[in-house]
């Protein structure tokens, strides 16, 4: 995605599948394949198609391609309530802890004259 033709490019394919291919689509002409039935965005139920008319919408690709894109799940932000929760016991008071320093080493101090 470092090249700006290739960018100009794919938004341009992306603006052409979305704002004329996909509203404008011969219903059914691309079928699915299996014999699956798709939530299509054509299909009207109760109508039954005259046998010289259209393939079945229902069974349209683009229909069931643009039916199923999903958007990712929102992300929920809930905090838990605020509040007081517990009371915490101290530790007991005592003496802090104390280390005794040995002598001090000069080694890296200036040679003694």
Same mark, same amino acid.
């Given at each position: 995605?470092r090249?700006?033709?290739?960018? #100009?490019?794919?938004?341009? /394919? #992306?603006?052409?599948?979305?704002g /004329?291919? /996909?509203?404008?689509?011969?219903?059914? =002409? #691309?079928r699915?394949?299996?014999?699956?039935?798709a939530?299509? @965005? @054509?299909?009207?139920?109760?109508k039954? !198609?005259?046998?010289?008319?259209k393939p079945?919408?229902?069974q @349209?690709? #683009? @229909?069931q391609?643009?039916?199923?894109?999903d958007?990712?799940? !929102?992300i929920?932000?809930?905090?838990?309530p605020?509040?007081?929760?517990?009371? =915490?016991?101290?530790p007991?008071?005592?003496?802090?802890?104390w280390?005794?320093?040995? /002598?001090?080493?000069?080694?890296?101090?200036? !040679?003694?004259?």
């Amino acid at each position: 995605m470092r090249s700006r033709g290739f960018r #100009i490019f794919l938004l341009t /394919v #992306i603006a052409l599948w979305f704002g /004329v291919v /996909v509203p404008l689509h011969p219903r059914g =002409m #691309i079928r699915l394949g299996g014999g699956a039935e798709a939530k299509s @965005c @054509c299909h009207r139920e109760g109508k039954t !198609p005259a046998k010289d008319s259209k393939p079945d919408p229902s069974q @349209c690709a #683009i @229909c069931q391609f643009v039916a199923t894109l999903d958007l990712p799940a !929102p992300i929920g932000i809930e905090l838990p309530p605020l509040g007081f929760v517990e009371a =915490m016991e101290l530790p007991a008071r005592g003496e802090a802890p104390w280390r005794e320093w040995g /002598v001090l080493t000069l080694e890296r101090a200036p !040679p003694m004259a």
